[in-house]
């Protein structure tokens, strides 16, 4: 679901990003914790925890998570979060003609996570404009937050323009006492 779009070019994922800054009329992402406060203001859809223990994506010299492991994870469970809610990638780009196009990532790393460490990963969606949904998502051991990270995703049609999330794709995010 939130992959950028392999089967285009350099230059048009660059405008692609181009048309989203115009669109969402954005700055550059301040700190995590500026934004998070922002992010709290708007519309949270959906909270989500799930368990992981960590085998893959490992760093050969320090048996630790590699730092793309953890945005590799980030991105399995935001994924995972749409098929549970109802919408698979594939449904996504071949019934509705939308992709998820990561528009900004920030993250920060407070430290390592060893091989087999069990992991809680917490995602938080929010409708931060019509256009973006924010994840806030970390991971956690033992109560601690090892990594966090906020990423913008906004929804690009086959034309590679973005597109306003549809009520429809809210809807299926949202608690079912809140749609």
């Known amino acids: 679901m939130i992959s950028i779009c392999h089967s285009r070019t350099l230059a048009e994922n660059w ?8 669109l969402l009329e954005l700055s550059p992402m301040s700190s995590i914790k500026e934004r998070l406060a922002e992010l709290e203001q708007k519309e949270l859809l959906v909270e989500s925890t799930e368990k992981y223990t960590i085998e893959t994506n490992i ?5 630790h998570l590699h730092h793309t492991g953890s945005l590799k994870l980030f991105e399995k469970v935001r994924t995972h979060i749409f098929e549970e809610h109802g919408m698979p ?21 407070s430290g ?3 091989k087999g460490a069990e992991v809680e990963v917490t995602s938080r ?6 256009a973006l949904l924010s994840f806030h ?3 956690n051991i033992d109560g601690q937050d090892l990594v966090e990270a906020i990423v913008g995703v906004a929804l690009v049609n086959r034309d ?7 009520d429809w794709i809210l809807n299926n995010l949202r608690p079912p006492e809140s749609s």
Do not use: C
Request: hydrophobic residues 45%.
């Open 15 to 22: 405008q692609i990003s181009q048309n989203l800054a115009m």
């Open 59 to 63: 760093d050969p010299y320090g048996q």
């Open 89 to 109: 990638a594939k449904m996504m780009a071949e019934e509705h003609g939308l992709w998820g196009f990561v528009y900004e990532i920030s993250v920060r790393y």
């Open 112 to 114: 390592q996570i060893a």
């Open 125 to 130: 969606i929010f409708l931060s404009r019509p």
């Open 137 to 139: 998502q970390t991971i």
């Open 160 to 166: 590679g323009k973005p597109v306003i999330i549809p």
